[in-house]
């Protein structure tokens, strides 16, 4: 049995119980049908979701090392080596070394691993257009503008950490982004 929550008087039992519903099933849709089913389909490896990332954040930022990978996807160090190996294993990436420092060694995506990260995230943006597109145009701005609202509210309130919900979107950090509007992340990861 939940523990009883003291609610504002404008939010109601009910409406909180709906929205977590609602939350919880589109959290749902968008992990499993529109990230792993996707990766299931078109992956021909045995790519994991947490490696998706990895790729996803080493096309979006340069120089990267594996602490730097290990801060951007909030995972240990030895998560992140253990990681690059399996991607390298793959040959979705490899190990650069710095010319003025060879104790520093980068991280790069190989031509395969750029191009399965531009498929993947192709046919992920395919099918949240398709869906949205089923959506009536005043919907879509609910949508948007609801998700902006809870973000905004979350971070405000401090129960939502700017650096935790970053995409880490690097340089292609879209200034339409909750957080950038806010100005809550000085810059993304």
Do not use: W
């Not at 119980?17 to 389909?41: C, D, P, R």
């Not at 490899?94 to 750029?114: E, K, Y």
């Not at 129960?159 to 880490?168: A, W």
């Amino acid at each position: 049995m939940r523990e009883a929550i003291k609610l504002p008087i404008a939010l109601t039992e009910e409406l909180l119980n709906h929205a977590e519903l609602v939350a919880g099933v589109f959290l749902q849709a968008m992990y499993t049908s529109i990230g792993e089913k996707l990766l299931e389909e078109l992956a021909e490896s045995d790519l994991t979701y947490s490696q998706m990332q990895a790729l996803r954040y080493l096309n979006t930022h340069k120089r990267v090392t594996v602490g730097d990978l290990a801060e951007g996807l909030n995972i240990s160090y030895p998560s992140a080596t253990n990681m690059v190996h399996r991607l390298e294993k793959k040959s979705l990436i490899r190990r650069v070394a710095n010319p003025r420092d060879r104790r520093q060694v980068g991280l790069a995506l190989t031509d395969a691993g750029r191009e399965m990260i531009q498929r993947l995230d192709q046919e992920r943006r395919q099918r949240f257009a398709s869906v949205l597109a089923q959506m009536e145009p005043s919907e879509r701005g609910a949508f948007i503008q609801g998700l902006s609202a809870f973000i905004r509210a979350g971070v405000e309130a401090g129960i939502l950490k700017p650096m935790e919900v970053c995409l880490q979107c690097g340089a292609s950090a879209d200034p339409n982004c909750p957080l950038v509007e806010m100005h809550a992340v000085e810059e993304c990861r």
